[in-house]
Every structure is written in structure tokens, then in C-alpha cells.
């Protein structure tokens, strides 16, 4: 097959005429950092999420960390969380001296096994993080079901779960906490930054004092019309807020969200047409219960030949690709500080050794699917 010339990206933002527009008019307004943008997009999510409240930050790590700290969790709790998901997660729990208690997956989608959750589950647990992967929801009946029967806080890690629905629910739509991200790779962006919604009055207040310093009233509070410029601080919190030019950004997304995942999931059905008769590779495996995919990410798993190798002839055939996640508790410090979680997951790391994101953005065209399809037959097929 004919290589293509112009280098195929494993993602890329859908920016329109629209985003440019109120990101433009946000600068030109002459207040540019956290005000009525940022209000506005915080209750536009509330409505997608179905969710009481919504406090956006300047990154879902940022989200964790507050979201962490705003219930005083720290040495001596554990926190269950799946290994095969991004650092961040993990560097929260540790940065707070918690620690985390890894709970191996399902191969097929990726997701946490709830069924291996509650062997996990001992008097020093305080909370259980899920993540829904790639955009597939987590079991959240199961996992809802054990956070009442054990008194446990849930945190969903809804980094991919933009338009992720679980039996009709939106992810963040369960009555506890659950965190977003907007970064340039996700269904929607704010070029960086975050969501964290959740149905708790008292502790969207604590929230939100952490997120800015510690301080009740920002700046638009405090400098705006009418705004009393003085303070106090009760108690120290962070700089995680997000600023009106980035919600400028994600109002527009935030209005193309569906259009956007559909965009995806024609994509996604695309490569499963294109990839089906491959021997050698895995593709992604759907959850049997009621939901709605976001197709965040379309992973595969590489069997036929090493990865390393696959990957460098995908180079050579001007695609782009991600690896989605190396397996948090093989990270050095990870193993080293928690080392008895290593040999323990097997699925976890049977999948780490072989998974595989291929580029998958609304702006691809139909033909950059096949193009990739068909290189990956010519790979596997000549080893």
C-alpha cells in the first residue's frame, strides 16, 4: 500500500468558528481569569450530568487532590483503585499518604472487576475509585451497592467519561463525587482543566475554598461590580481554579459534546468493521449491561508481534498512536513504596503488555481509518 505523506496524529482537538469566537470575545471583555464563564459552564455540566453541583479546576488531578483533601483522607486509609489508569490518580492517594489497594480488571474492557472489589475491602478503607475506561462505564450498580453495604465514599475517575452513560445515568449522576477532565485529548476540551461534580452542598463549600487558596469569594466576587476586595483565609487551599478564557472554550465544546461522540462512535464502529478478520490483535470488548459509550479512546491489544516493534511500523507508516495506561503499580516508585501488588493482577498485566490507542478524533475522515486498518493487516501480515 502507498504510505501516506502527512503524519496521522493519534489525536487532535475539534476546534470550530464557534470556540474561536468566545474564546475571542472572553479576551476582548477584558476579564480573562475565573468569573460568569466559569459559573456558566459549571451549570451547563450540572445539567449534562444530571449532577447538584459542579466546581471546575484547572485539571482532574487538581479535581483528586481537593477532592481527597475536602474528606480529610490521609496515613492510615486505603483507597481501592485499578491499576490500569493514569498516574495521577495514584500520585493523589500517595501525595495524601493514603494508600492505594490495586483491584485487578476485566481484559476484555478494561475496566475494574467489581467482583474482586470487596476482597479488597478491610476496616482501614475509605473510599473506592472506578474508572471508566475509554468511555465504557463501570459496573456502578455492584460498586454502589458495596460503598453502602461498607460505608465507603465512591470517587468516580470519569477522566474519559464525557457522554458515558450507565443504565441511563451520566456518569457524575450517582449522587457522590466524580471527576472530569478537559484536556486537548478528551471528548470535549478546555485546552486544560476540570470538572468535579457532586450532590453535597457542605462539601461543595469546603471545595471550593480549597481550589482557590482558601479564600470564600474569588476574584470575581472580590473585583467585580460591586465586589468586596478584602478576605480571610480559615483554613489554606490551593491555586486549581480555572480561568474564563479556558470555559469560553468548553461552553462552545460542551454544546458539540454530542455531535462530537457520535463523531467518535462512527469511527469506533469503522475499525471494528476494518479489524475484525485480523488475527493477531484484540479489540475492545463491551460491557454486557445497558450504557452508552463515549469511545474516548479505541484500544487494542497486539498479540502477533512485539509491541515495540508494532509501534515503530506505524511510525514508518505515518501513524500516531497512544498507550493507555503502563500499569500503575509497576511505576517505579509505585512498586517500590507498595510492592505487594506486584504478580498480583494478572489481567492488569497480561493487558499492559500488549494494549495499544489507536488515533481516534472527530476530525478524522473515514479514509484515515481504513488507511490505518490497512496498514496494521500489512504489519501483522508480514510479521
Not at 475494574?112 to 475509605?126: A, C, G, Q, S, Y
Not at 480561568?243 to 469511527?267: C, H, S, V, Y
Not at 479489540?283 to 515495540?308: C, F, G, M, Q, S
Request: proline content about 5%.
Amino acid at each position: 500500500m502507498k504510505i501516506r505523506k502527512e503524519f496521522l496524529p493519534f489525536s487532535r482537538p475539534s476546534i470550530g468558528k464557534d470556540e474561536i469566537n468566545r474564546v475571542t470575545a472572553c479576551l476582548k471583555s477584558g476579564w480573562i481569569t475565573t468569573g460568569a464563564l466559569c459559573w456558566e459552564f459549571e451549570d451547563n455540566f450540572c445539567q449534562l450530568t444530571g449532577s447538584g453541583q459542579a466546581i471546575s479546576v484547572n485539571s482532574a488531578t487538581a479535581g483528586m487532590h481537593i477532592a481527597l483533601s475536602a474528606q480529610n483522607i490521609g496515613p492510615g486509609d486505603e483507597i481501592i483503585t485499578p491499576s490500569m489508569t493514569f498516574a495521577s490518580t495514584v500520585n493523589m492517594i500517595a501525595l495524601r499518604g493514603a494508600r492505594p489497594v490495586f483491584v485487578d480488571i476485566d481484559y476484555g474492557t478494561l475496566n475494574i472487576n467489581p467482583d474482586l472489589i470487596e476482597e479488597k475491602i478491610t476496616k482501614k478503607t475509605r473510599a473506592i475509585i472506578p474508572v471508566h475506561f475509554a468511555g465504557a462505564p463501570s459496573d456502578m450498580d455492584k460498586i454502589n451497592n458495596l460503598a453502602r453495604k461498607y460505608n465507603l465514599t465512591v470517587i468516580e475517575d470519569a477522566a474519559h467519561a464525557v457522554g458515558t452513560y450507565y443504565k441511563g445515568i451520566h456518569a457524575g449522576g450517582f449522587g457522590h463525587i466524580a471527576i472530569f477532565s478537559f484536556h486537548p485529548i478528551k471528548n470535549i476540551t478546555t485546552a486544560e482543566g476540570g470538572m468535579i461534580t457532586l450532590n453535597n452542598a457542605v462539601l461543595e463549600k469546603k471545595l471550593r475554598l480549597l481550589r482557590f487558596h482558601g479564600i470564600e469569594r474569588d476574584a470575581w466576587k472580590r473585583y467585580g461590580k460591586g465586589g468586596n476586595p478584602s478576605y480571610d483565609i480559615a483554613e489554606p487551599g490551593y491555586k486549581y481554579n480555572m480561568p474564563d478564557i479556558l470555559a469560553a472554550l468548553g461552553l462552545a465544546q460542551l454544546e458539540r459534546w454530542q455531535e462530537l461522540n457520535l463523531r467518535r462512535a462512527r469511527l469506533a464502529e469503522l475499525y471494528f468493521a476494518g479489524l475484525k478478520d485480523i488475527s493477531g490483535i484484540d479489540l475492545p470488548e463491551i460491557p454486557e449491561y445497558d450504557h452508552t459509550h463515549a469511545w474516548h479512546l479505541l484500544v487494542i491489544k497486539i498479540l502477533a508481534i512485539n509491541r515495540e516493534e508494532f509501534m515503530s511500523r506505524l511510525s514508518d507508516y505515518n501513524i500516531g498512536y497512544g498507550l493507555h495506561f503502563p500499569s500503575a503499580h509497576t511505576l517505579s516508585y509505585v512498586k517500590e513504596k507498595y510492592p505487594e501488588s506486584v504478580g498480583m493482577l494478572a489481567e492488569t498485566e497480561r493487558a499492559a503488555e500488549k494494549i495499544l490507542s489507536l488515533p481516534l478524533f472527530p476530525d478524522m475522515q473515514e479514509k484515515d481509518v481504513q488507511y490505518v486498518c490497512a496498514a496494521i493487516k500489512e504489519i501483522i501480515k508480514h510479521g
